[in-house]
């Protein structure tokens, strides 16, 4: 079945470890982006992807890095995780051409703590 | 700055019908989504409006006025199974999807 995946699902992680958040997609989007939600502040973009080689920093940047070797896959690292990235991380992906145009397609999500 | 509003929360009757709506003010418009998202699972998409107008799509309707800056999402006969958050997104002049923060619906029976 065509879609995201994300892994891990969950992960209990101690500051300043260094973590990194899958994602692949198999629907040959160009565009990728990686959010974080919190409760009541909605979804905030941290890095996004408009093409396979390209990255660009979103709202909320910092502590976060990207890259996109390929098409399919958009990983996310945290280099020094810090109790404050306590979030639900979602990967979502969107073709820029076609009627279906820009809307974004969501991966399960990761549930990150840091203690 | 951006801004997208909606409420918080919202509470309605199984069987019942209601609207839930969004304002918004963005730096320029290319359009605005509506997504669903049940508690611990990723948001689905609903509907989408670039056009002033009503869009229909089974139980679930989708207004937008943009010279108003603000839209609605309509559910009818509603279902147990409607108990969700549901997400308003603008896309503004640099193709950047701005979120609003999600209304919390509540269905009782």
């Known amino acids: 079945i065509a879609g995201i995946t994300q892994a891990p699902t969950s992960q209990i992680l101690a500051a300043g470890r260094r973590m990194t958040l899958r994602c692949t997609q198999d629907?040959?989007?160009?565009?990728m982006y990686w959010y974080r939600q919190d409760l009541g502040l909605g979804l905030r973009l941290i890095h996004y992807s408009n093409t396979a080689g390209t990255t660009g920093k979103g709202e909320v940047p910092d502590g976060y890095s990207v890259s996109r070797a390929n098409t399919d896959d958009f990983p996310l690292t945290l280099a020094s995780a810090v109790p404050s990235q306590t979030s639900v991380y979602f990967c979502?992906?969107?073709?820029?051409?076609?009627?279906?145009?820009?809307?974004?397609?969501f991966g399960p999500g990761t549930r990150l703590t840091v203690l | 700055g951006q801004n997208i509003d909606q409420p918080t929360e919202m509470t309605a009757t199984e069987g019942a019908i209601v609207q839930i709506n969004c304002t918004y003010q963005?730096?320029?418009?290319?359009?605005l989504f509506w997504y669903q998202q049940h508690a611990g699972e990723a948001p689905t998409f609903l509907s989408y409006?670039?056009l002033d107008g009503l869009e229909e799509k089974g139980r679930f309707s989708s207004f937008l006025s943009r010279s108003k800056g603000y839209s609605y999402l309509l559910l009818k006969e509603l279902q147990m199974k409607d108990s969700a958050s549901y997400l308003c997104?603008?896309?503004?002049?640099?193709?950047?999807?701005?979120w609003g923060a999600g209304t919390k619906l509540i269905i009782k029976p």
């Open positions: 997104a603008v896309i503004d002049s640099n193709y950047q999807l701005i």
């Open positions: 979502a992906s969107s073709d820029s051409s076609g009627r279906d145009a820009d809307t974004q397609y």
């Open positions: 409006n670039v």
């Open positions: 963005t730096s320029g418009f290319n359009g």
């Open positions: 629907m040959r989007h160009n565009a």
